[in-house]
């Protein structure tokens, strides 16, 4: 903040290289670079049926992001609290992908390393990963486990009621099990991660458009 | 009728009843579903927020091997699956630099996918393809005096217009009212459960669920209709700390469409998964005609 104080409208370097990566990633999204277009209605933020325990609002991530804040929605828990219901990218008035972005900016994240604070719903997310990767499905009580045993282990003696009587009804599936085709999901990985590695060598190619109101109109 | 079936993980544990419903409901009414072949995780609504690319190259692995087995459509009757494979579709067709990534990384693991496979909900099968008519001529049973609220979640009928319309779908409640139920006034059909914040952040999702079980239970229904494994174990298995967190005191059963069609077709109740629900379904219907 102190550095952009010293500069008028220079974004500081940390912030030029977020906005960078998000614009990456937002650009791979077919028809996220109508992120420009947002008319802050805030048609988003009152479908949202989590907005109201959100510390930053869906229209107010579009306002962030055009002033050149992506630090400051990455450390809050917006991006992390979505449910991915798209209720807000059906009523958009703009056609702006909103649920979309902030997958975008969710990725961003990762990639940054930017989390907000004991709100930790990302290793939710790289735990599934890890599974999928592993077995080539889900595992319903690994994912479970794995995120409970981090986050909050107190957490699961609440669960193990409700667990025990699923278990009684045939409806947990104890054991993760490997599907025959791993191997292509791991060709596929490998491939993935081959092709993925330029990215962050190339620079990327600043989107002309996309940023700000210059877009609009 | 032939049709591909992508059962997807949860149907394979906590939502077995979903997958044995939809079973006996496609046999009775003499469709063949083949189970794809090693199918994989469709990596839910979670894989794409670790890196896209490779979450489309995994979930088009399903649609690659899916296109292996000719012409037929694929259904997939989780919420999240269908949703994540038709947005897999739309974004290598509206894509063609995705696309051609997609298309390197299957390569390197044999395969190639030519965005031909269709994806489909059962509901719209059945009631598009099957129709309403010939559903209600197989019936052996009719559904009067039942009140249900149809509950369609979030992910079947958004984010794109899919088989019905995006904020207040239609396609159950005719079903169901066709074989004699009630569908009860329920303005929530598509309000989201909360889906996966049940473990990220309980709080929010028990006051999401409780909005939804409120809604039901002042409209006199019976019973929720769900089409999604994620909106039935919240609003089933979670209806317990509900209560206890909101002191209220509902019972409301949870039971998958295919179930209580199942009923309807004259199913057993075991061949149905009804054993299964940790809410039983109460209500006298008239019994099966032989």
New interface residues.
Partial sequence: MREREQIPGVLPASEQELRRRFLA?AH????GDRISRCLQCGTCTGSC??SY?MDISPRMVIALYRAGHIEEILRSRTI??C?????C??RCPQAI?I?DLL??L??TA?DAKLYPDRFP??W???N??RI?NRF??????LL?LL??LRRNPLGLLRLFP?GM??FR?????LFPSK???VK??R???????A??LPRDKQPVAYVEGMVGYRAVG | MEYLYYPGCSLESSAKPYDESLRAVFRRLGLQLTELDDWNCCGATVYMSVDETTSLAITARNLALAEQNGNRDLIAPCSACYTVLLKTNRFLRDSPELKQKVDHILGGAGLKYNLTVKVRHPLDVLVNDIGLETIAQAAKRRLDGLTFASYYGCQIVRPERGFDDREFPTTMDKLFERLGAKSAYFPLKTRCCGGMLMTTFPEVCLGLVKDLLECAAENDAQCILTTCPMCQINLEAYQKRVNKMFGTSYQMPIVFFTQLLGLALGCGELELGLHRNLIGLRMPLPAAAA
């Fill in positions: 990633e791979l999204v077919p028809g049926p989590v325990v992390w609290i449910a991915s219901c798209y209720m990218t059906t992908k649920t997958y975008a969710k990725r990762l719903v990302y939710l997310s790289k599934f990963v999928v080539g499905r889900n595992h319903e009580i479970l995120y409970y409700m009587a699923l009804k045939g409806r947990v599936k599907i025959k085709g292509t999901i060709e596929i990985l490998r491939s993935a991660e092709l993925e």
